[in-house]
């Protein structure tokens, strides 16, 4: 139960990253959020939806692997798709900021953690 509810989490997470990417980019929230200029946010937008995008497959794995109907298949899914996200926040920390890795894969190494000794 507990890994599922950090799961969970980390999948809330990648919703609400994929909403500020793909819709909060251009206005005051994104701007702030991500630490751009209106010239900046306006310039790679398209970008960025893309990138909201790929977060939001990432939350629909997660999603999908809690809902999965043989557990360890599941459990195997969450694995997956946990790595997934803390290799993303690794390279996202590595290359664009360094918070992303406490953020997003903090999170995603506590849920793995979880899972891997829970679940």
């Known amino acids: ?15 609400y990253i994929l909403y500020l990417e793909m819709f909060l980019w251009t206005k005051p929230k994104g ?9 900046i946010a306006e310039a790679s937008k398209l ?8 977060n939001g497959f990432l939350a629909a ?7 999965y109907p043989e557990p360890a298949v ?10 997934c996200v803390l290799c993303a926040a690794i390279f996202g920390g590595m290359t664009a900021k360094k918070s992303i890795l406490v953020v ?16």
């Open 1 to 15: 139960m507990i890994s599922s509810i950090l799961v969970g989490i980390v999948a809330l997470e990648h919703i």
């Open 31 to 39: 701007l702030k959020t991500f630490g751009n200029t209106q010239e």
């Open 47 to 54: 970008l960025a939806a893309n990138q909201g995008l790929y």
């Open 61 to 67: 794995g997660l999603i999908w692997s809690l809902f």
């Open 74 to 83: 599941a459990k195997h899914l969450q694995l997956f798709f946990l790595i």
């Open 104 to 119: 997003q894969g903090l999170p995603a190494l506590i849920a793995l953690v979880s899972v891997m000794l829970l679940g």
